[in-house]
Protein backbone atom coordinates (compact mmCIF):
# COMPACT_ATOMS: atom_id res chain seq x y z
CA UNK A 1 0.00 0.00 0.00
CA UNK A 2 0.86 3.32 -0.72
CA UNK A 3 1.52 5.87 2.38
CA UNK A 4 1.20 9.48 2.98
CA UNK A 5 4.58 11.35 2.73
CA UNK A 6 5.66 11.93 6.90
CA UNK A 7 8.69 13.64 7.47
CA UNK A 8 8.52 11.75 11.13
CA UNK A 9 8.36 8.37 9.38
CA UNK A 10 10.94 9.26 6.98
CA UNK A 11 13.65 10.04 9.39
CA UNK A 12 12.83 7.06 11.60
CA UNK A 13 13.24 4.44 8.43
CA UNK A 14 16.15 6.33 6.84
CA UNK A 15 19.08 4.14 7.66
CA UNK A 16 17.60 1.36 5.57
CA UNK A 17 17.73 3.23 2.53
CA UNK A 18 21.20 3.39 3.09
CA UNK A 19 21.25 -0.28 1.25
CA UNK A 20 19.30 -0.82 -1.70
CA UNK A 21 15.88 1.08 -1.55
CA UNK A 22 13.07 -1.21 -1.08
CA UNK A 23 10.76 -2.17 -3.71
CA UNK A 24 12.19 0.87 -5.88
CA UNK A 25 11.81 -0.90 -9.30
CA UNK A 26 7.96 -2.74 -7.70
CA UNK A 27 9.32 -6.17 -7.84
CA UNK A 28 7.56 -6.81 -4.89
CA UNK A 29 4.37 -6.87 -6.74
CA UNK A 30 2.81 -3.90 -5.04
CA UNK A 31 3.49 -0.34 -3.97
CA UNK A 32 5.21 -0.92 -0.77
CA UNK A 33 7.30 2.08 0.27
CA UNK A 34 5.86 4.13 -2.33
CA UNK A 35 3.52 7.14 -2.37
CA UNK A 36 0.91 7.71 -4.32
CA UNK A 37 -1.57 10.83 -4.71
CA UNK A 38 -4.62 11.73 -7.11
CA UNK A 39 -5.90 15.21 -7.97
CA UNK A 40 -6.68 16.92 -10.72
CA UNK A 41 -4.80 19.73 -13.04
CA UNK A 42 -5.97 23.45 -13.98
CA UNK A 43 -4.47 26.06 -15.83
CA UNK A 44 -4.17 29.80 -15.27
CA UNK A 45 -3.88 31.60 -18.41
CA UNK A 46 -3.12 35.00 -17.41
CA UNK A 47 -0.13 33.64 -15.78
CA UNK A 48 0.30 30.63 -18.86
CA UNK A 49 1.10 28.31 -16.32
CA UNK A 50 -1.21 24.92 -14.99
CA UNK A 51 -1.29 24.01 -11.57
CA UNK A 52 -1.27 20.60 -10.31
CA UNK A 53 -3.57 19.50 -7.43
CA UNK A 54 -2.92 16.48 -5.18
CA UNK A 55 -3.60 14.51 -2.53
CA UNK A 56 -1.98 11.32 -0.81
CA UNK A 57 -4.41 7.82 -1.60
CA UNK A 58 -4.16 4.74 -1.40
CA UNK A 59 -3.02 3.02 -5.17
CA UNK A 60 -6.35 3.96 -6.93
CA UNK A 61 -7.10 1.17 -9.61
CA UNK A 62 -7.17 2.39 -12.80
CA UNK A 63 -4.81 5.20 -12.37
CA UNK A 64 -2.10 3.51 -10.07
CA UNK A 65 -2.29 0.09 -11.66
CA UNK A 66 0.31 -2.54 -11.81
CA UNK A 67 1.09 -5.00 -14.27
CA UNK A 68 2.86 -8.33 -13.60
CA UNK A 69 5.28 -9.96 -16.33
CA UNK A 70 3.42 -13.37 -15.76
CA UNK A 71 -0.21 -12.04 -16.11
CA UNK A 72 0.04 -9.41 -19.12
CA UNK A 73 2.87 -11.24 -21.10
CA UNK A 74 1.14 -10.36 -24.12
CA UNK A 75 -0.94 -7.64 -23.63
CA UNK A 76 -0.07 -4.32 -25.31
CA UNK A 77 -0.97 -1.05 -24.82
CA UNK A 78 -4.14 0.29 -26.91
CA UNK A 79 -2.61 3.04 -28.98
CA UNK A 80 1.48 2.25 -28.87
CA UNK A 81 1.10 -1.46 -29.20
CA UNK A 82 4.18 -1.71 -26.84
CA UNK A 83 4.36 -4.07 -23.68
CA UNK A 84 2.28 -2.99 -20.84
CA UNK A 85 5.68 -4.62 -18.77
CA UNK A 86 9.06 -3.00 -19.46
CA UNK A 87 11.17 -5.49 -21.45
CA UNK A 88 14.25 -5.06 -19.31
CA UNK A 89 13.72 -8.15 -17.71
CA UNK A 90 11.69 -7.05 -14.97
CA UNK A 91 8.60 -8.88 -13.70
CA UNK A 92 6.45 -5.87 -12.57
CA UNK A 93 5.73 -2.14 -14.59
CA UNK A 94 3.04 0.18 -13.31
CA UNK A 95 0.81 2.31 -15.23
CA UNK A 96 0.08 5.92 -14.20
CA UNK A 97 -2.74 7.81 -15.52
CA UNK A 98 -5.56 6.30 -18.02
CA UNK A 99 -6.91 7.35 -21.37
CA UNK A 100 -9.99 8.68 -19.24
CA UNK A 101 -9.68 12.95 -20.11
CA UNK A 102 -11.33 14.16 -16.72
CA UNK A 103 -8.82 16.92 -16.15
CA UNK A 104 -6.56 14.02 -13.47
CA UNK A 105 -3.48 14.25 -12.51
CA UNK A 106 -1.72 11.04 -10.70
CA UNK A 107 1.80 10.71 -9.08
CA UNK A 108 3.80 8.08 -7.44
CA UNK A 109 7.18 9.06 -5.34
CA UNK A 110 9.62 7.49 -3.63
CA UNK A 111 11.69 8.93 -0.96
CA UNK A 112 15.41 7.66 -0.02
CA UNK A 113 18.38 8.42 1.39
CA UNK A 114 21.63 8.88 -0.76
CA UNK A 115 24.22 6.84 0.75
CA UNK A 116 27.83 7.07 -0.02
CA UNK A 117 28.10 3.30 -0.74
CA UNK A 118 24.66 3.15 -2.38
CA UNK A 119 24.07 0.48 -3.80
CA UNK A 120 22.67 2.11 -6.77
CA UNK A 121 25.92 4.22 -7.06
CA UNK A 122 25.59 8.02 -7.86
CA UNK A 123 22.45 7.55 -10.42
CA UNK A 124 19.61 6.06 -10.87
CA UNK A 125 17.79 4.60 -14.23
CA UNK A 126 14.31 4.92 -14.75
CA UNK A 127 12.60 3.18 -17.77
CA UNK A 128 9.23 4.41 -19.05
CA UNK A 129 6.86 4.31 -21.93
CA UNK A 130 4.13 7.81 -22.32
CA UNK A 131 1.22 7.73 -23.95
CA UNK A 132 -0.31 11.31 -24.73
CA UNK A 133 -3.68 12.83 -26.57
CA UNK A 134 -2.14 16.13 -28.95
CA UNK A 135 -4.99 18.70 -29.24
CA UNK A 136 -4.87 21.73 -30.43
CA UNK A 137 -3.68 23.29 -27.20
CA UNK A 138 -1.15 25.66 -25.55
CA UNK A 139 1.72 24.31 -24.29
CA UNK A 140 0.55 24.99 -20.71
CA UNK A 141 -3.29 23.49 -21.23
CA UNK A 142 -1.19 19.60 -22.77
CA UNK A 143 -1.39 16.21 -21.53
CA UNK A 144 2.28 15.36 -19.75
CA UNK A 145 4.19 13.10 -18.00
CA UNK A 146 7.23 14.61 -15.48
CA UNK A 147 10.43 13.29 -13.53
CA UNK A 148 11.44 15.57 -10.85
CA UNK A 149 13.60 15.14 -8.17
CA UNK A 150 12.69 16.88 -4.30
CA UNK A 151 15.69 17.54 -2.00
CA UNK A 152 13.85 17.22 0.94
CA UNK A 153 17.14 18.30 2.84
CA UNK A 154 16.83 21.66 1.21
CA UNK A 155 13.43 21.36 0.76
CA UNK A 156 13.25 22.43 -2.92
CA UNK A 157 12.73 20.73 -5.99
CA UNK A 158 16.07 20.74 -8.36
CA UNK A 159 16.39 22.16 -11.49
CA UNK A 160 18.64 19.29 -13.07
CA UNK A 161 18.03 16.39 -13.62
CA UNK A 162 13.89 16.85 -14.84
CA UNK A 163 12.05 15.94 -17.31
CA UNK A 164 8.93 16.81 -18.80
CA UNK A 165 7.32 15.62 -21.84
CA UNK A 166 4.57 17.56 -23.22
CA UNK A 167 2.21 16.69 -25.91
CA UNK A 168 2.53 19.13 -29.02
CA UNK A 169 6.28 19.24 -28.41
CA UNK A 170 8.99 17.87 -30.83
CA UNK A 171 10.25 15.35 -28.33
CA UNK A 172 12.52 12.59 -29.39
CA UNK A 173 11.33 9.57 -30.12
CA UNK A 174 7.55 9.95 -30.26
CA UNK A 175 5.37 8.21 -33.16
CA UNK A 176 1.50 8.86 -34.25
CA UNK A 177 -0.29 5.61 -32.90
CA UNK A 178 -2.67 4.37 -35.51
CA UNK A 179 -5.60 4.40 -33.67
CA UNK A 180 -6.25 7.95 -34.15
CA UNK A 181 -8.93 10.30 -32.11
CA UNK A 182 -11.05 13.98 -33.21
CA UNK A 183 -12.83 15.48 -30.91
CA UNK A 184 -17.06 15.75 -31.10
CA UNK A 185 -16.42 18.89 -33.56
CA UNK A 186 -14.30 16.56 -35.86
CA UNK A 187 -11.25 18.29 -34.60
CA UNK A 188 -8.45 16.06 -34.86
CA UNK A 189 -6.98 14.96 -31.51
CA UNK A 190 -4.05 12.54 -32.55
CA UNK A 191 -2.13 10.19 -29.86
CA UNK A 192 1.11 10.07 -29.84
CA UNK A 193 3.40 7.57 -27.90
CA UNK A 194 6.68 6.49 -26.75
CA UNK A 195 7.85 3.10 -26.59
CA UNK A 196 9.65 1.93 -23.71
CA UNK A 197 12.71 4.06 -23.10
CA UNK A 198 15.69 5.11 -20.20
CA UNK A 199 16.85 7.92 -18.77
CA UNK A 200 18.96 8.37 -15.93
CA UNK A 201 18.99 10.99 -12.42
CA UNK A 202 22.26 12.00 -11.70
CA UNK A 203 22.56 11.41 -7.76
CA UNK A 204 26.45 12.67 -7.16
CA UNK A 205 24.92 15.95 -5.82
CA UNK A 206 22.80 14.68 -3.49
CA UNK A 207 25.05 11.31 -1.41
CA UNK A 208 24.74 12.56 2.55
CA UNK A 209 21.24 13.67 1.35
CA UNK A 210 17.78 12.41 1.70
CA UNK A 211 15.20 12.76 -2.30
CA UNK A 212 12.00 12.18 -3.48
CA UNK A 213 11.96 11.27 -6.59
CA UNK A 214 8.45 12.38 -8.31
CA UNK A 215 6.54 10.76 -11.05
CA UNK A 216 3.23 12.53 -12.04
CA UNK A 217 0.76 12.74 -15.04
CA UNK A 218 -2.05 14.75 -16.03
CA UNK A 219 -4.65 15.43 -18.56
CA UNK A 220 -5.17 18.36 -20.68
CA UNK A 221 -6.51 21.58 -18.57
CA UNK A 222 -10.12 21.64 -20.86
CA UNK A 223 -11.06 17.79 -19.38
CA UNK A 224 -10.87 16.36 -23.44
CA UNK A 225 -7.33 14.89 -23.38
CA UNK A 226 -5.79 12.24 -21.68
CA UNK A 227 -2.10 11.39 -20.55
CA UNK A 228 -0.28 8.33 -19.27
CA UNK A 229 2.75 6.83 -19.02
CA UNK A 230 4.06 3.35 -17.86
CA UNK A 231 7.35 3.25 -15.45
CA UNK A 232 9.56 1.09 -14.11
CA UNK A 233 13.20 1.49 -12.44
CA UNK A 234 16.33 -0.58 -12.53
CA UNK A 235 16.44 -2.73 -9.38
CA UNK A 236 19.37 -4.17 -7.89
CA UNK A 237 22.14 -2.79 -11.00
CA UNK A 238 24.77 -0.68 -10.04
CA UNK A 239 23.63 1.96 -12.36
CA UNK A 240 26.56 4.94 -12.16
CA UNK A 241 25.83 8.26 -14.51
CA UNK A 242 28.99 6.86 -16.96
CA UNK A 243 29.35 2.75 -16.75
CA UNK A 244 31.41 0.57 -18.87
CA UNK A 245 34.21 2.10 -16.81
CA UNK A 246 36.08 -1.15 -15.52
CA UNK A 247 37.93 -4.05 -17.63
CA UNK A 248 39.00 -7.19 -16.59
CA UNK A 249 42.33 -8.77 -17.67
CA UNK A 250 43.04 -9.29 -21.87
CA UNK A 251 40.47 -6.69 -22.61
CA UNK A 252 41.26 -5.19 -25.97
CA UNK A 253 39.32 -2.22 -25.66
CA UNK A 254 36.78 -0.21 -23.10
CA UNK A 255 33.61 1.01 -23.96
CA UNK A 256 32.56 3.93 -21.58
CA UNK A 257 28.70 4.77 -22.03
CA UNK A 258 27.03 7.94 -21.47
CA UNK A 259 23.48 8.56 -19.29
CA UNK A 260 21.09 7.76 -21.64
CA UNK A 261 18.19 10.28 -22.96
CA UNK A 262 20.57 13.42 -23.48
CA UNK A 263 20.69 15.33 -26.77
CA UNK A 264 24.61 15.42 -27.13
CA UNK A 265 27.54 14.21 -25.59
CA UNK A 266 31.58 15.42 -25.52
CA UNK A 267 34.30 12.87 -23.69
CA UNK A 268 37.49 14.60 -22.37
CA UNK A 269 40.53 13.90 -20.48
CA UNK A 270 40.53 14.55 -17.00
CA UNK A 271 41.44 18.00 -17.34
CA UNK A 272 38.85 18.70 -20.04
CA UNK A 273 41.67 19.79 -22.82
CA UNK A 274 41.28 17.29 -25.04
CA UNK A 275 38.04 16.09 -27.28
CA UNK A 276 37.53 12.59 -27.35
CA UNK A 277 34.83 12.07 -28.75
CA UNK A 278 31.22 13.28 -29.55
CA UNK A 279 28.85 9.65 -29.26
CA UNK A 280 27.37 8.33 -26.15
CA UNK A 281 29.81 5.51 -26.32
CA UNK A 282 33.63 6.16 -26.33
CA UNK A 283 35.24 3.35 -27.34
CA UNK A 284 39.16 2.97 -25.68
CA UNK A 285 41.61 0.58 -27.41
CA UNK A 286 43.97 -0.41 -25.98
CA UNK A 287 42.13 -0.28 -22.51
CA UNK A 288 44.02 3.31 -20.46
CA UNK A 289 46.45 2.95 -17.49
CA UNK A 290 44.22 1.46 -14.03
CA UNK A 291 42.57 4.57 -12.35
CA UNK A 292 42.45 6.77 -15.60
CA UNK A 293 40.26 9.65 -15.42
CA UNK A 294 37.69 10.89 -17.95
CA UNK A 295 35.12 13.55 -18.24
CA UNK A 296 32.13 13.76 -19.58
CA UNK A 297 29.64 17.08 -21.05
CA UNK A 298 26.25 15.80 -21.60
CA UNK A 299 23.44 18.76 -22.96
CA UNK A 300 20.06 17.93 -22.71
CA UNK A 301 17.12 17.82 -24.99
CA UNK A 302 15.00 21.19 -23.91
CA UNK A 303 12.80 20.68 -21.17
CA UNK A 304 14.65 17.03 -20.90
CA UNK A 305 17.64 17.55 -17.87
CA UNK A 306 20.27 19.73 -17.16
CA UNK A 307 23.76 20.32 -19.00
CA UNK A 308 26.39 18.70 -16.48
CA UNK A 309 30.15 17.40 -16.59
CA UNK A 310 30.63 14.35 -15.81
CA UNK A 311 33.56 12.19 -14.27
CA UNK A 312 34.63 8.78 -14.19
CA UNK A 313 38.23 6.33 -13.18
CA UNK A 314 38.56 3.29 -14.90
CA UNK A 315 39.59 0.77 -13.45
CA UNK A 316 41.69 -2.38 -14.35
CA UNK A 317 40.53 -5.52 -12.63
CA UNK A 318 42.92 -8.61 -11.98
CA UNK A 319 40.32 -11.12 -13.57
CA UNK A 320 40.05 -13.13 -16.39
CA UNK A 321 36.84 -12.04 -18.40
CA UNK A 322 35.88 -13.21 -22.37
CA UNK A 323 32.67 -12.86 -23.72
CA UNK A 324 32.25 -15.03 -26.73
CA UNK A 325 29.88 -14.75 -29.43
CA UNK A 326 28.71 -16.70 -32.28
CA UNK A 327 29.31 -14.15 -35.55
CA UNK A 328 25.50 -15.31 -36.63
CA UNK A 329 22.51 -17.64 -35.75
CA UNK A 330 20.13 -19.04 -38.28
CA UNK A 331 16.43 -19.95 -37.60
CA UNK A 332 13.34 -20.37 -39.46
CA UNK A 333 11.06 -17.33 -39.76
CA UNK A 334 7.91 -19.29 -37.92
CA UNK A 335 10.17 -19.98 -34.73
CA UNK A 336 12.61 -17.43 -34.73
CA UNK A 337 16.38 -18.27 -32.63
CA UNK A 338 16.81 -18.03 -29.28
CA UNK A 339 19.87 -15.61 -27.87
CA UNK A 340 20.02 -17.22 -24.66
CA UNK A 341 21.01 -20.62 -25.78
CA UNK A 342 23.98 -21.78 -24.52
CA UNK A 343 25.73 -22.33 -27.63
CA UNK A 344 25.76 -18.73 -28.64
CA UNK A 345 28.02 -18.02 -26.15
CA UNK A 346 30.03 -20.54 -25.41
CA UNK A 347 33.57 -20.31 -24.75
CA UNK A 348 32.40 -17.30 -22.84
CA UNK A 349 33.79 -16.78 -19.37
CA UNK A 350 31.49 -18.99 -16.87
CA UNK A 351 28.97 -16.90 -14.42
CA UNK A 352 28.27 -13.98 -16.76
CA UNK A 353 25.03 -12.08 -16.54
CA UNK A 354 23.57 -11.34 -20.15
CA UNK A 355 21.41 -8.33 -21.25
CA UNK A 356 20.28 -8.47 -24.79
CA UNK A 357 19.76 -5.39 -26.89
CA UNK A 358 18.25 -4.52 -29.89
CA UNK A 359 20.65 -1.38 -30.28
CA UNK A 360 24.49 -1.07 -29.84
CA UNK A 361 23.87 1.91 -27.58
CA UNK A 362 22.29 -0.73 -25.27
CA UNK A 363 18.87 1.64 -25.14
CA UNK A 364 16.24 -0.40 -26.35
CA UNK A 365 15.82 -4.13 -24.10
CA UNK A 366 14.88 -7.15 -26.56
CA UNK A 367 11.48 -7.81 -24.94
CA UNK A 368 11.92 -11.80 -25.31
CA UNK A 369 15.48 -12.89 -26.25
CA UNK A 370 14.40 -16.52 -26.37
CA UNK A 371 12.53 -15.64 -29.56
CA UNK A 372 13.79 -13.30 -32.13
CA UNK A 373 11.07 -14.01 -35.07
CA UNK A 374 13.40 -10.69 -37.46
CA UNK A 375 16.25 -10.68 -39.04
CA UNK A 376 18.73 -8.39 -38.26
CA UNK A 377 21.96 -7.13 -36.01
CA UNK A 378 21.60 -7.68 -32.44
CA UNK A 379 23.99 -7.13 -29.37
CA UNK A 380 24.62 -8.91 -26.27
CA UNK A 381 26.10 -7.62 -22.97
CA UNK A 382 28.15 -9.90 -20.84
CA UNK A 383 28.55 -8.59 -17.43
CA UNK A 384 30.97 -10.59 -14.59
CA UNK A 385 30.08 -10.17 -10.98
CA UNK A 386 33.68 -8.30 -11.11
CA UNK A 387 31.91 -5.54 -12.76
CA UNK A 388 33.73 -6.04 -16.10
CA UNK A 389 31.37 -6.06 -18.80
CA UNK A 390 31.54 -6.33 -22.94
CA UNK A 391 28.85 -5.60 -25.89
CA UNK A 392 29.53 -8.17 -28.97
CA UNK A 393 26.76 -7.75 -32.04
CA UNK A 394 25.27 -11.15 -33.29
CA UNK A 395 23.48 -11.24 -36.67
CA UNK A 396 20.09 -13.10 -36.70
CA UNK A 397 19.55 -14.73 -39.86
CA UNK A 398 16.07 -16.40 -40.78
CA UNK A 399 15.88 -18.47 -43.62
CA UNK A 400 13.16 -20.33 -45.31
CA UNK A 401 13.73 -23.28 -47.99
CA UNK A 402 13.41 -22.02 -51.13
CA UNK A 403 12.00 -23.95 -54.37
CA UNK A 404 10.52 -22.75 -57.03
CA UNK A 405 8.54 -25.27 -58.84
CA UNK A 406 7.85 -25.22 -62.91
CA UNK A 407 4.14 -27.14 -63.15
CA UNK A 408 4.99 -29.98 -65.22
CA UNK A 409 3.44 -30.21 -68.93
CA UNK A 410 0.59 -32.64 -69.01
CA UNK A 411 0.97 -36.05 -70.50
CA UNK A 412 -0.92 -38.74 -72.27
CA UNK A 413 -1.07 -42.40 -70.74
CA UNK A 414 1.02 -44.80 -70.29
CA UNK A 415 3.59 -41.82 -70.04
CA UNK A 416 4.35 -40.98 -66.55
CA UNK A 417 5.81 -37.60 -64.87
CA UNK A 418 8.82 -37.41 -62.44
CA UNK A 419 7.80 -34.49 -60.40
CA UNK A 420 11.89 -34.46 -59.05
CA UNK A 421 12.24 -32.82 -62.58
CA UNK A 422 10.14 -30.14 -61.45
CA UNK A 423 12.20 -27.95 -59.45
CA UNK A 424 15.83 -27.56 -59.77
CA UNK A 425 17.65 -28.52 -56.23
CA UNK A 426 19.37 -26.32 -53.54
CA UNK A 427 22.57 -27.81 -51.95
CA UNK A 428 22.19 -28.09 -48.54
CA UNK A 429 18.48 -28.81 -48.88
CA UNK A 430 16.71 -32.05 -48.78
CA UNK A 431 13.56 -32.73 -50.19
CA UNK A 432 10.38 -35.72 -49.66
CA UNK A 433 7.15 -36.25 -51.92
CA UNK A 434 4.27 -37.25 -50.59
CA UNK A 435 0.63 -37.60 -52.02
CA UNK A 436 -1.38 -35.22 -48.87
CA UNK A 437 -1.12 -31.74 -47.73
CA UNK A 438 0.33 -32.60 -44.51
CA UNK A 439 2.68 -34.26 -45.40
CA UNK A 440 2.26 -38.00 -44.01
CA UNK A 441 1.71 -40.46 -46.33
CA UNK A 442 4.94 -40.54 -48.36
CA UNK A 443 4.63 -41.15 -52.47
CA UNK A 444 6.63 -44.00 -53.33
CA UNK A 445 6.60 -43.66 -57.55
CA UNK A 446 7.53 -40.15 -57.16
CA UNK A 447 9.89 -40.62 -60.59
CA UNK A 448 6.83 -42.02 -62.51
CA UNK A 449 3.34 -40.45 -61.68
CA UNK A 450 0.42 -41.84 -63.67
CA UNK A 451 -2.41 -40.26 -62.14
CA UNK A 452 -3.81 -36.76 -62.50
CA UNK A 453 -3.99 -35.25 -59.06
CA UNK A 454 -1.83 -32.84 -56.34
CA UNK A 455 1.10 -34.27 -55.04
CA UNK A 456 3.34 -32.02 -52.42
CA UNK A 457 6.86 -31.61 -52.45
CA UNK A 458 7.96 -31.00 -48.56
CA UNK A 459 11.66 -29.05 -48.83
CA UNK A 460 13.97 -28.47 -45.35
CA UNK A 461 17.25 -26.98 -44.96
CA UNK A 462 20.36 -27.22 -43.14
CA UNK A 463 18.85 -25.21 -40.01
CA UNK A 464 15.77 -27.33 -40.10
CA UNK A 465 13.47 -25.20 -41.97
CA UNK A 466 10.86 -26.85 -44.10
CA UNK A 467 8.24 -25.53 -46.58
CA UNK A 468 5.62 -27.57 -48.46
CA UNK A 469 4.60 -27.05 -51.90
CA UNK A 470 2.07 -28.56 -54.34
CA UNK A 471 2.96 -29.72 -57.83
CA UNK A 472 -0.03 -30.01 -59.90
CA UNK A 473 -0.08 -33.66 -62.09
CA UNK A 474 -1.92 -34.00 -65.33
CA UNK A 475 -1.96 -37.40 -66.78
CA UNK A 476 -4.56 -37.62 -70.38
CA UNK A 477 -6.48 -40.37 -70.43
CA UNK A 478 -5.29 -42.51 -73.57
CA UNK A 479 -6.88 -42.74 -76.97
CA UNK A 480 -10.36 -45.04 -77.27
CA UNK A 481 -9.09 -48.69 -77.87
CA UNK A 482 -9.67 -50.04 -81.82
CA UNK A 483 -10.55 -53.83 -82.20
CA UNK A 484 -10.81 -54.60 -85.95
CA UNK A 485 -10.85 -57.91 -87.99
CA UNK A 486 -10.49 -58.44 -91.78
CA UNK A 487 -14.18 -60.21 -93.36
CA UNK A 488 -12.04 -62.98 -95.82
CA UNK A 489 -9.15 -64.18 -95.48
CA UNK A 490 -7.70 -67.04 -98.25
CA UNK A 491 -5.19 -69.38 -96.43
CA UNK A 492 -4.43 -70.95 -99.59
CA UNK A 493 -0.21 -70.80 -98.79
CA UNK A 494 0.39 -68.20 -101.60
CA UNK A 495 1.87 -66.00 -98.88
CA UNK A 496 -1.03 -62.94 -99.01
CA UNK A 497 -4.00 -62.66 -96.54
CA UNK A 498 -3.35 -66.60 -95.45
CA UNK A 499 -4.17 -66.16 -91.80
CA UNK A 500 -6.73 -64.01 -89.90
CA UNK A 501 -5.80 -61.85 -86.82
CA UNK A 502 -7.16 -59.02 -85.15
CA UNK A 503 -5.81 -55.54 -85.16
CA UNK A 504 -5.75 -53.88 -81.56
CA UNK A 505 -4.79 -50.54 -80.64
CA UNK A 506 -4.67 -49.04 -77.47
CA UNK A 507 -4.40 -50.08 -73.50
CA UNK A 508 -6.24 -53.50 -74.49
CA UNK A 509 -5.68 -56.74 -72.71
CA UNK A 510 -5.88 -60.23 -74.96
CA UNK A 511 -8.17 -62.53 -72.82
CA UNK A 512 -9.10 -65.00 -75.80
CA UNK A 513 -10.41 -65.20 -79.03
CA UNK A 514 -13.08 -68.03 -80.27
CA UNK A 515 -13.65 -68.65 -82.97
CA UNK A 516 -17.40 -71.17 -84.90
CA UNK A 517 -18.24 -72.68 -87.72
CA UNK A 518 -21.90 -71.86 -88.93
CA UNK A 519 -23.22 -74.80 -86.61
CA UNK A 520 -21.57 -73.00 -83.37
CA UNK A 521 -18.77 -75.50 -83.15
CA UNK A 522 -15.88 -74.05 -81.91
CA UNK A 523 -12.91 -74.53 -84.55
CA UNK A 524 -10.11 -72.31 -83.20
CA UNK A 525 -9.41 -70.39 -79.64
CA UNK A 526 -6.23 -68.39 -78.80
CA UNK A 527 -4.74 -66.47 -75.84
CA UNK A 528 -2.77 -64.05 -77.41
CA UNK A 529 -2.52 -61.63 -80.27
CA UNK A 530 0.26 -63.78 -81.43
CA UNK A 531 -2.05 -66.29 -82.12
CA UNK A 532 -2.83 -66.69 -85.95
CA UNK A 533 -5.37 -69.20 -87.53
CA UNK A 534 -4.19 -70.38 -90.54
CA UNK A 535 -8.39 -71.92 -91.32
CA UNK A 536 -7.50 -75.46 -90.19
CA UNK A 537 -8.96 -77.34 -87.53
CA UNK A 538 -6.48 -80.02 -85.99
CA UNK A 539 -4.41 -79.84 -88.88
CA UNK A 540 -7.20 -80.16 -91.32
CA UNK A 541 -8.28 -77.36 -93.69
CA UNK A 542 -11.70 -76.04 -92.97
CA UNK A 543 -14.01 -75.81 -95.86
CA UNK A 544 -14.67 -72.33 -97.38
CA UNK A 545 -17.22 -70.64 -95.79
CA UNK A 546 -18.55 -68.21 -93.54
CA UNK A 547 -17.22 -68.21 -89.59
CA UNK A 548 -17.82 -66.23 -86.45
CA UNK A 549 -15.00 -64.78 -83.99
CA UNK A 550 -15.59 -63.83 -80.53
CA UNK A 551 -12.84 -61.92 -78.54
CA UNK A 552 -13.17 -61.18 -74.74
CA UNK A 553 -10.47 -58.58 -73.43
CA UNK A 554 -10.23 -55.57 -70.74
CA UNK A 555 -9.73 -52.12 -71.46
CA UNK A 556 -6.55 -51.46 -69.33
CA UNK A 557 -7.23 -48.00 -68.60
CA UNK A 558 -10.28 -47.90 -67.23
CA UNK A 559 -10.64 -51.26 -65.77
CA UNK A 560 -13.47 -52.21 -68.25
CA UNK A 561 -14.61 -55.48 -69.78
CA UNK A 562 -13.81 -55.69 -73.90
CA UNK A 563 -16.15 -58.18 -75.76
CA UNK A 564 -16.02 -58.01 -79.75
CA UNK A 565 -17.56 -60.11 -82.28
CA UNK A 566 -17.63 -60.75 -85.99
CA UNK A 567 -17.50 -62.81 -89.01
CA UNK A 568 -14.73 -64.10 -91.41
CA UNK A 569 -15.20 -65.82 -94.62
CA UNK A 570 -12.89 -67.99 -95.88
CA UNK A 571 -12.21 -68.51 -99.62
CA UNK A 572 -10.20 -70.88 -101.22
Not at 11 to 22: E, K, W, Y
Not at 413 to 419: E, R
Not at 458 to 480: A, F, M, W
Request: hydrophobic share 35%.
Amino acid sequence: MCKSLLILFLLMSIRSFAQLPPNIGFEDGSFNHWNCAIGSVTADNQTATSTITLNPSAPVDGRHTLFSKQNAAEKLDYYGYFPVVCPNGSNYSIRLGNDEAHAQAESVSYTFFVASDSPLGYAITFNYAVVLQNPVHKNYEQPRFTARIYDVSAQKYADCPAFDFVAGTALPGFKLSPRNLTDSDGTSAPVFYKDWSSATFDLTPYIGKIIRLEFTTNDCTFQKHFGYAYLDIDEGKSSKPITGNAYCEGAQSVTLKGPIGFAAYQWYNKDLTQLLGTARDLEIYPPPPDLSEFALKITPYPDLGCPDVLYTVVNKINSPYKLNLVPSITGCPETGVDLTAPSVTEGSTPGLIYNYFTDASETVNIRDPKKIVLPGTYFIQGLSPDGCSNTKSIQVKLISPVINVNQPAPVTYPATVDITKAFEAQSGESYGYFSDASCTVPLINYTAINKTGTYFIKVTNESGCELITSVDVKVLPPPPYVVTAPNVFTPNGDGVNDYFALHIEGLVQFNNINIFNRYGQLVYTAKSRAGLWDGNLNGHALPAGAYYWIFDGMDTYYHAPIKKSGSISIIR
